[in-house]
């Protein structure tokens, strides 16, 4: 059974830094693309940034120069990390994982909450 499990969300001050971590298991990692979405309350879930197996990367306009998305795939693992948090970057975080090739299965992470705020 896959599953995408996400951890290192929590409270952090603006202008502060998390990591999160994601990660996969019953896939074969480095044939997906890993994602990373939010979703604030009331809104629709948008996607941060992705990390393809061969190390592309692309990112929302919102958290280019201060979000990183990185991937382990001996450890089959992705991270984000955030920096210099802002309030609006307050959300629920999701994990996702994209097939490159057919049938392109598609996965979610339970999500994790990230609070910015003093």
């Known amino acids: 059974q896959v599953q995408l499990v996400e951890s290192g969300g929590g409270l952090v001050q603006p202008g502060g830094s998390l990591r999160l971590s994601c990660a996969a298991s019953?896939?074969?990692?480095?044939?997906?693309?890993m994602n990373w979405y939010r979703q604030a309350p009331g809104q629709q879930r948008d996607l941060v940034a992705a990390i393809t197996g061969g190390d592309s990367t692309n990112y929302a306009d919102s958290v280019k120069g201060r979000f990183t998305i990185s991937r382990d795939n001996a450890k089959n693992t992705v991270y984000l990390q955030m920096n210099s948090l802002k309030p609006e970057d307050t959300a629920v975080y999701y994990c996702n994982a994209k097939a490159d090739s057919i049938p392109y299965r598609n996965y979610w992470g339970q999500g994790t909450q990230v609070t910015v705020s003093s």
């Open positions: 019953a896939i074969i990692f480095r044939r997906y693309t």
